[in-house]
Every structure is written in structure tokens, then in C-alpha cells.
């Protein structure tokens, strides 16, 4: 599929609710409010195009940047690449998801999740913490340095309450994540979440919450899916 028939479909499909709905969560960027389930009818036909997802990317459409990072070829998607897409992210559904999924599929997903959470731009290190989030789920035990992850999420504990509201809800998703893919840091997770409390974070006109590091792993590991790995993080 070429560019502009994507653009044509997308517009089609788009639902004022919708853009209602994420206007209400932040965003403030072009769009036609089009429903993640129909966005994945076009995932079915185009399935992997690199190209194509660059294209849609550069739009600026929040719509054709969700897409965008669901078509993405994780073999020929670059470093730069992804830079690009995290320093142009509009608002967080993009830099939290798309971004952080695409990165976290790609081979570059550590070094650049490490590099943007030192970033002194908020929606860059929104998606750095929540590229780790989503590696934590991914990544192979032998693949992680679990002295490593647990000074990352002694980090985000340390700086929680004085970051950057969008940041501060992506720390705590990652400590929570961390928590419950990586067996070894599920209790210390856990005692953390108890010392940091209530996370407060402004989710605008929305009943959406942030949710309890503590219980939100306790429930994990209730249902026995501690360590529990995904084989990608798009979705």
C-alpha cells in the first residue's frame, strides 16, 4: 500500500468519539480518531514495511504514527530512526507505545531506552522508561544484568515524586514491570512500592489512575505469572 491510500483509509475511519476521548487524554496533534482495532485491519494487509512506516511516521498524524510503529520492520528499523521518532513523539500515546514498542522490538532497544531516560526532553524520557518496561517482559533471563536493572529501578524510586508528570507515570509502570518479569527484583519492587505510596500524576479530564506498584505485582504474582516473558512488545 502506498502512502496516500493508508492516509485515505485512516481518514475513512476516523470517529469524532475517539478523537474526543484522546483529546480529553492530551493529545493535541493532528488526527482522525481512528480505533486501534481498525487500525490493525490495516496491519493485516501490509503487515512488516519499513519504508512505509518512516512515511507514516513523518505525518504527524497521531493515527498514521500508531500504525506506523505496528508495520515497523524490526530488522531494518534504525537507531536514528528511532531517534527521530522519539524527539517527534506529540503526545503519549505515541512515545509510550509506539516508540517504546518499536524500540523495545528492535535490537537498539536497550542502549537507546538508557540514552533518552538521561534525555532533558519528557516525552523522550517517557519512552525510555517505558522501552525498559516493556524489555522487562521480553527479555530472556541470560540477557539481563539484574545488578544493572536494579539500579535503574532504584533510580526511578529516588527521583519518582520530582520528575515530570508523564515521566513519573512511566517510572512507576517500569518499576512495576521490573518487578514482575524479572523474578529477582519482584520483592524488592514490591518493598519500593510500599516506601514510594501513592504516585500522583495529572490524567486530565479522564477516570484513568495510576496504578499501585505493590498490589499491582502482588496480583501478578497471584496468578503465578512471575517471569512471565512476551515474544514482542507491539500490540
Not at 482522525?32 to 494487509?45: E, P, T
Not at 529516588?158 to 512507576?172: K, L, P, S, W
Not at 484513568?208 to 512488545?233: L, N
Amino acid at each position: 500500500m502506498q502512502l496516500k491510500e493508508v492516509m485515505s483509509q485512516l481518514e475513512a475511519m476516523g470517529n469524532p468519539g475517539t478523537v474526543n476521548i484522546y483529546r480529553k487524554h492530551g493529545a493535541d496533534c493532528p488526527m482522525y480518531g481512528v480505533k486501534v482495532a481498525d487500525l490493525k485491519k490495516i496491519v493485516k494487509k501490509v503487515k512488516k514495511d519499513h519504508e512505509l512506516s518512516l512515511q507514516l511516521f513523518n505525518t504527524g498524524n497521531s493515527d498514521a504514527m500508531y500504525l506506523a510503529a505496528l508495520i515497523s520492520d524490526d530488522d531494518k528499523i534504525t537507531k536514528a530512526d528511532l531517534q527521530s521518532w522519539a524527539e517527534k513523539a506529540p503526545w503519549y500515546m505515541i512515545s509510550e507505545y509506539s516508540v517504546a514498542w518499536a524500540a523495545a522490538d528492535s535490537p537498539h532497544g536497550l542502549e537507546l531506552a538508557l540514552k533518552w531516560i538521561d534525555s532533558d526532553k519528557p516525552n523522550v524520557t517517557s519512552s525510555g522508561w517505558a522501552t525498559l518496561s516493556s524489555l522487562a517482559g521480553l527479555l530472556p533471563s541470560d540477557q539481563i544484568d539484574v545488578d544493572q536493572w536494579s539500579a535503574l529501578v532504584d533510580r526511578a524510586a529516588a527521583q519518582i515524586h520530582e520528575i515530570d508528570g508523564r515521566v513519573r507515570y512511566t517510572m512507576n509502570g517500569f518499576i512495576i514491570a521490573a518487578g514482575c518479569g524479572i523474578p529477582e527484583l519482584t520483592e524488592k519492587c514490591k518493598a519500593l512500592g510500599e516506601k514510594i505510596g501513592k504516585v500522583k500524576v495529572d490524567m486530565g479530564d479522564t477516570a484513568c489512575k495510576v496504578p499501585a506498584i505493590s498490589a499491582y505485582i502482588k496480583k501478578v504474582e497471584d496468578k503465578g505469572r512471575i517471569g512471565h516473558k512476551k515474544k514482542m512488545a507491539k500490540c
